[in-house]
């Protein structure tokens, strides 16, 4: 069983920062065994991917329009994925969700059909 938990979005103006948090609590494995990653859905488009990182926080990756403004790492000790996220901008406007799954294949690890669990999600809007 997984339940995972978004925090930090809000209404930010364009050009300012947000860390989102997506903490995980697990039960029969432990959360270093699990793929914890970062997906969005803005009002009227489908769900895209954002970032991934591996189980100890290695080799991020990035969707193309948010590489070099977001940043995505992992905090094995508290069960915690982050995402910061600079100089946003209004096209960064949507709901941010995290994903759980035990799937770890770079090639395939920004397919959101291969995560088991999803948070609630958090809204982020920046303003122009």
């Known amino acids: 069983q997984v339940q995972l938990v978004e925090s930090g979005g809000g209404l930010v103006q364009a050009g300012g920062s947000l860390r989102l948090s997506c903490t995980v609590q697990?039960?029969?494995?432990?959360?270093?065994?699990?793929?914890v990653n970062w997906f969005r859905r803005a009002p009227g488009k489908e769900r895209e991917f954002v970032a991934a990182?591996?189980?100890?926080?290695?080799?991020?990756k990035y969707t193309d329009s948010v590489k070099g403004r977001f940043t995505i790492s992992r905090d094995n000790a508290k069960n915690t994925v982050y995402l910061r996220m600079n100089n946003l901008n209004p096209d960064d406007t949507a709901v941010y969700y995290c994903?759980?799954?035990?799937?770890?294949?770079?090639?395939?690890?920004?397919?959101?059909?291969?995560?088991?669990?999803w948070g609630q999600g958090t809204q982020v809007t920046v303003s122009s």
């Open positions: 994903a759980a799954g035990l799937t770890t294949i770079p090639q395939i690890i920004d397919q959101a059909n291969i995560y088991d669990h």
């Open positions: 697990t039960i029969g494995r432990p959360f270093t065994t699990y793929a």
């Open positions: 990182i591996g189980l100890s926080g290695e080799n991020p």
